[in-house]
């Protein structure tokens, strides 16, 4: 492991592959790397040759400059990687496992880890609990758009695959672990979807579809998917979904034209604070758009999950409130409909395991639904700029070569 490259954000709307140095197990400086974390000493560690690593929507939105995310921030949450290295404290983690990284980085040990809140680890993050690989504010650990990436805590956080041979053959479903299907199965699972659920999901990118797939799973009699993108209306109807174009309107004539009633029994935003309005108003960005449908189109009772991403820091928010993370939501209309929330960060690993054995048991085809692309490193520019544009696929990195399906 002579030499490590790796994507990098270089300010709105460029990203480059640029040399870095070989991963450590100790955290070093560097960009967005919070005072307090550098110089820590990773001895419970693993440095992975990355197999598969995705690009996210979340990535999205700090390369358009949406967040405050530093110039040079190795970019990179969804990991699928081979394990070379172990620190002298691991014990159960071997070279040579492949393995599946969940985005949340947790130490397994903090009263949050104990009680299964990954999400919001208390010990890795001197700033607030949680952190991800090479994301804005997340502590600074980098991220994995890259050839080589460091682990922290790696026995905890490492989902080994059973086996080898199955695994490279799965890669492309197994490399949907890291992230998107189990945030996209949260979102599922904390809006209450159930067998004969009628669920209506918000945004068709790759997370919204995942958790449309998931509701199918969970056994959904209707699974119906909003958005104001053709293409990726197309791809929900790929697999079963019925589709809302929110470019035409509200979605509640829409929703009574499939369902007969204008509601559903539990609802999903995964499109977060970048939404934009409905009908006449689409091309205008009005973040609390779609949280203040969502308050309407649910049935009294019900539930939303909430796994889009909502920041505290938005130096293009479309006013003083939005730039700060605060919105303008009806919450009388959820308070009244005794509605009940759930956002945050998925705790990837309460799903992970479960996922896995969905996929390796041919129960889910998530790489399907979400119209998986693989393109080497040297093309991630291209893969942002086109998911960038709202083409219906998932970009899906391969930066040695391992999966003979680099486009």
Not at 147 to 169: G, H, I, S
Request: aromatic share 6%.
């Amino acid at each position: 492991m002579a030499d490590n490259r790796g994507v990098t954000y270089q300010g709105p709307g460029k990203v480059e592959v640029t040399d870095l140095d070989p991963p450590a197990l100790e955290l070093r400086d560097g960009p967005g790397v919070n005072p307090a974390n550098v110089g820590r000493k990773v001895p419970h560690g693993a440095i992975l040759k990355v197999l598969t690593t995705n690009i996210c929507g979340s990535d999205q939105h700090m390369v358009r400059g949406r967040t405050t995310a530093p110039l040079g921030l190795v970019l990179g949450h969804e990991i699928l990687g081979e394990v070379i290295e172990t620190g002298p404290d691991v014990e159960f983690i071997h070279t040579g496992d492949i393995c599946s990284v969940p985005f949340n980085i947790a130490c397994g040990r903090c009263r949050n880890c104990k009680e299964g809140k990954t999400g919001i680890c208390l010990n890795v993050n001197p700033d607030r609990p949680g952190s991800a690989y090479g994301y804005v504010d997340m502590g600074g650990w980098v991220g994995g758009q890259t050839e080589y990436v460091m682990v922290p805590y790696a026995d905890w956080n490492l989902l080994v695959f059973p086996d080898r041979d199955e695994a490279m053959e799965k890669i492309l479903d197994l490399t949907m672990l890291s992230d998107i299907f189990p945030t996209g199965y949260h979102g599922a699972v904390t809006a209450g979807v159930t067998t004969g659920s009628t669920v209506y999901v918000a945004g068709a990118g790759p997370v919204g579809l995942a958790a449309a797939v998931s509701a199918n799973l969970l056994g959904a009699a209707v699974v119906i998917v909003a958005d104001l993108n053709a293409d990726r209306l197309a791809q929900a109807r790929s697999f079963g979904c019925e589709t809302v174009d929110i470019s035409a309107g509200s979605p509640q004539e829409q929703i009574e034209q499939i369902l007969g009633v204008p509601e559903v029994d539990a609802a999903v935003d995964a499109v977060g604070f970048e939404a934009h309005g409905h009908g006449s108003n689409s091309a205008t960005e009005a973040p609390a758009t779609v949280l203040n449908s969502l308050m309407e189109i649910t049935a009294a009772g019900g539930a939303i999950g909430i796994p889009g991403l909502y920041v505290t820091g938005d130096p293009c928010g479309v006013d003083e409130a939005a730039k700060v993370g605060s919105l303008s939501l009806s919450l009388g209309t959820g308070w009244a409909k005794s509605l009940s929330f759930t956002t945050g960060p998925c705790p990837v690993m309460r799903y992970n395991r479960r996922l896995m054995q969905a996929i390796l048991h041919d129960r889910v085809h998530i790489a399907d639904a979400v119209n998986a692309e693989v393109i080497s490193l040297d093309d991630a520019p291209r893969g942002y700029a086109e998911f960038d544009s709202g083409v219906a696929k998932k970009y899906v990195i391969d930066p040695h070569g391992v999966t003979g399906k680099v486009a």
